[in-house]
């Protein structure tokens, strides 16, 4: 192959319409060879970066999305892997067949995953057991004897349900399979992998011209780590395709698989906000409105069915019920202050089912005001941000507030970040931090007084996982304020803008005058486009 610079690339792909994405020629990508250093480094085994006049796109089956597709394949079999030491058996002393926990394997192997023990501690190993049906107590006996329900939002807590169901009948029709837990967790793993390949595919088609910036999202190091921990990927699959829907101009389309995403994890919803900020801006509230009705109806579709029959109403409370009346967990940056300072907390005493009132509303205001001062971004920016630079605002603003940062929850900025800000070097950077964090989380839980690590150790790495997440929207807020360092613009239009695309500003916050950035005059973008600039990484 010929090698070229980073100014060979080629001038910007014409501007096609969202629902034209796949009439880009090989020559209009934008290969990562030509744009990213660790890229070009990394092809060197395979012949160097890709020659200016080198003949692409002519292999019957291999193109960028399958390719990209197989990397995620690779990456969640690795994923599993990690996750397989805690799902080994083993014959006691009795002859009964256990699952394989002992020593602390699930710490010391760092292969923890909530699907294991919620299986029967959701009761979903009990015959004729029904998610928000089904109560047991926990405590009992004890002064703090309580009721408890499933605790996940409606289509997580029936996904659950229905792979249990599965589970049990495969074992039961299958001679010779592992414990039922066991099979619980590979069909659950199969069809999250299923969903986080969905998830791969909504941001290739998404990006567009830069649709190789998906493999940043199929060989994350938080998909090895936590693709498998919890059920967020089912969230991330309609999130994803829900800000692909919108691209491909169909609003009401994209607010369904926000209000489905909703129902399985809250923060989809969270993405409606900076779309109706762009709408507001644009002029494009009917398009906006139909986004967000369709989300809340389609939310409402799955859960009013649980939660207005009778039998399911109060377990259907549980999750709002338990988020309401838990406390700081160890990730968050209340925790961190905390236990380096002494501090007892907003709500110190607290007695058994009673709320933090005082830490809620404090998180909630925090949120409240990140939201703010985004919706001024939004609103006031020369520029019209683009929608994943917002939406990627929104949710990292939650997570830092919020008193819950569960580790899997990473993995909702994953695919935002990646649309947001394709700088490869930044993102995995960031991503390899935020996965590190899972072994100082390990031998936290591990205790002290079983070899673990102090708390100390694992307060520092959520310090420095936080820290990357404010480095990354300070990059994003910079991009937004000077759009020509924005490489997604240099590639040609907003691939998310849909129906916004050309769509002049009529509602902005007017600024002081401002002189030029680098001499250079100020364009209007109106409908997200510049023209393309060598890159200065």
Known sequence: MIGVSIRDVPSSPAELPADDVDSLTPEERIPPTWTESIARHASRPFGGPLGRHAQVGRHWF??????????????????WLQKSPCIQQYVDENGVVQLD???????????YSDTVPLYTAERLDQPGSFPYKTSWKDDEGKPTEHVRYMEYPVLTGLFQWLNARVAQGLVALVPGLPMTVIVFFNVTAFWLALAWLATVWAVARSARARVWDAALVAISPLVV???????????????????????RRKPALAGVLLGIGGAAKL?????L???????????RMRAGLTTTVSAVLAWLAVNLPIALHPDTHTGWREFFRLNTERGVDPDSLYNVVSQ???WAGFDPGLQQGQAPEVLNTVSAVLFILCCVGIGYVALAAPTRPRLAQLSFLVVAAFLLTNKVWSPQYSLW???LAVLAIPRWKPL???MTLDALVWAPRMYFYLGVDNKGLPIDWFLGAVIVRDAAVIALCALIIREIYRPELDLVRQAGPDPLAGVLEHAPDRVLIKRGPRLPSHGKPRHSDAGGHRSRTPDAV
């Open 413 to 415: 900025l994953v695919p």
């Open 101 to 111: 926990w002992r020593g602390s394997r699930q710490f010391t192997a760092m292969c």
């Open 225 to 247: 780590v936590h693709a498998f921990t919890n059920f967020d990927a089912l969230a991330t699959a309609c999130a994803a395709g829900g800000l692909l829907a919108w691209a």
């Open 267 to 271: 923060y989809p919803l969270f993405l």
């Open 340 to 342: 380096f300072t002494g």
């Open 273 to 283: 906000g900076p779309l109706l900020l762009l709408c507001l801006r644009s002029n």
């Open 428 to 430: 995995l950077a960031w």
């Open 62 to 79: 291999w193109s960028p999305l399958r390719v990209v597709l197989l990397l995620a394949v690779l990456t969640l079999a690795l994923g």
